[in-house]
């Protein structure tokens, strides 16, 4: 079993987006990224995750949105080529989608699956969850056991990256989530001249080096990733 060690910078291969960053994300960390569908979100944890897999990290991706085939297109619409990584065995894909209705029972037994999954991944370095917001009609205390158990995954020396949606969890279980943190990053979007852009702003980052930026504008480029604007912004 691994032991929390000393933090340990990973940059996510955007040399602007490190610079910002002061080198790039700290491992091991629970991060979490809150933010209205199409602030960039996705974006944020795609960017991390590429950057554990070129330091050659193992990782996991638990999606609530697609197959892993489907994840593998969207990421590289975004800018993002993971395939590589896939079929070299570098990372895994498990999808949350329920084909049917997602009632209660089924949001329940998929957050003590996720529960599982989390106390289960040695010698894996990161997790990814997009988004917990799927499993908001599970119950409360199994739903905290869930999150709480990506915390213990941290603590054994991993990083967990949950996306988060906001007014989807209870104030109370966001606000335990938040406290448990050890990253809170937001995005949103903004104004540039008539354009919309998207704005990371972080709040918490534990470990991170110094002259971390709180705010960075970005918008994501199917060609290259995520692509930095500097330039100052109002929100929209």
């Known amino acids: 079993m691994r032991v929390m060690s000393s933090i340990e910078i990973i940059p996510t291969g955007n040399e602007e ?8 994300f700290p491992h091991p960390s629970f991060i979490v ?3 209205d569908h199409g602030s960039g979100k996705t974006a944020i944890v795609l960017l991390i995750l590429k950057g554990f897999l ?17 994840f ?3 990421a590289s619409a975004s800018g993002f080529e993971l395939k590589d990584f896939y079929i070299k ?12 209705e997602l009632t209660k029972e089924i949001s329940d037994f998929i957050a003590k699956r996720l529960s599982e ?10 997790i990814v969850i997009d988004s917990i917001s799927y499993l908001n009609e599970a119950d409360e205390s199994i739903l905290y056991e869930a999150i709480a158990s990506l915390k ?20 109370e279980l966001v606000t335990k989530m938040k406290n448990m943190a050890d990253g809170i990053l937001k995005t949103s979007v903004a104004v540039v001249g008539g354009r919309r852009v998207k704005v990371l702003s972080i ?24 692509k930095l604007i500097p330039i100052m912004v109002s929100h929209a």
């Open 17 to 24: 987006f490190d610079l910002k960053l002061g080198g790039g």
């Open 117 to 126: 999954l989390a106390l289960s991944l040695d010698g894996y370095d990161l």
């Open 72 to 74: 593998l297109i969207k």
């Open 152 to 171: 213990k995954f941290a603590e054994k020396g991993g990083t967990a990256t949950i996306t988060l949606h906001p007014n989807t969890l209870s104030e």
């Open 33 to 35: 990224v809150e933010g």
């Open 89 to 100: 065995g570098l990372f895994r894909i498990f999808t949350m989608r329920y084909p049917g």
């Open 203 to 226: 709040l918490k980052l534990r470990g991170a080096p110094p002259g971390i930026e709180s705010s960075i504008t970005f918008d994501v480029d199917p060609a290259f990733g995520i």
């Open 54 to 70: 070129l330091k050659g990290k193992k990782s996991v991706v638990v999606t609530s949105e697609s197959s892993p085939r489907e």
